[in-house]
């Protein structure tokens, strides 16, 4: 006996395989953030148990470095305001995530622009969330330089002071060139979080789409991954 498919057939196939594309694309890139949820709160976590003896003022207008004492690491002073905390008032804040909605990947402590990403909901794109903030080359650049405790960043032409005019006037303070510690948060992050990392994007990942696809008609599933 020899089975054939009429075009009525055919159409409901393709249907149902791109309802099958679409459920297990949004899952995965539903899971991706997650993961990178997980990653960029272990490595502020890491961030945020880090301590200097350094910390930095403003008296009548000069900028000083002062040694002595324990405190937090990569408190942001507003230097434009002659002193005071900045917002947000920690680096470890801007470490941020992003999930590439094209390709499923998801970067953390990357340079971004604002956006707003998408919100989606057991396998499900519901709609977007609240607008992110963009993080700059020179950010990035600071957090390489306390990771690594050296210029070898990606960003490293960037670590520049300027005046108020906007001219460049020195790559670091007097006496700290070379001198900075390797504070290494972002691999202990990675370190810490990625089991569960993996376990989102195994176990968990292959649950959602079960669950999505068992409870979805997929001849009618027209929400695209994106």
Do not use: C
């Not at 920690?90 to 953390?108: D, E, Q, R």
Request: cysteine-free; charged content about 30%.
């Amino acid at each position: 006996m020899t089975l054939t498919a009429d075009a009525e057939d055919l159409n409901k196939i393709h249907r149902i395989l791109g309802g099958i594309y679409t459920v297990s694309k949004n899952s995965m890139i539903e899971q991706s953030s997650k993961s990178g949820n997980s990653v960029r709160e272990a490595v502020r976590d890491s961030f945020g148990r880090k301590t200097t003896e350094w910390r930095q003022e403003y008296h009548e207008g000069r900028r000083l470095l002062i040694k002595g004492g324990v405190h937090a690491l990569g408190r942001r002073i507003a230097h434009r305001n002659g002193g005071g905390l900045d917002d947000p008032d920690n680096m470890k804040n801007l470490i941020l995530s992003k999930t590439h909605v094209s390709t499923g990947t998801t970067v953390v402590g990357g340079v971004f622009k604002g956006f707003r990403p998408i919100n989606i909901k057991d396998g499900k794109i519901v709609g977007y969330r609240d607008k992110i903030q963009g993080v700059s080359r020179q950010t990035i650049a600071i957090l390489e330089k306390l990771n690594y405790g050296n210029r070898s960043g990606k960003y490293e032409e960037y670590l520049r002071w300027k005046d108020t005019y906007g001219d460049e006037v020195a790559k670091s303070m007097d006496g700290m060139e070379k001198h900075w510690k390797a504070r290494r948060f972002f691999e202990e992050g990675w370190n810490n979080s990625k089991t569960e990392v993996l376990r989102k994007m195994t176990t968990k990942l292959e649950e959602l789409i079960g669950k999505r696809a068992s409870s979805t008609d997929l001849t009618q599933e027209r929400q695209y991954a994106v």
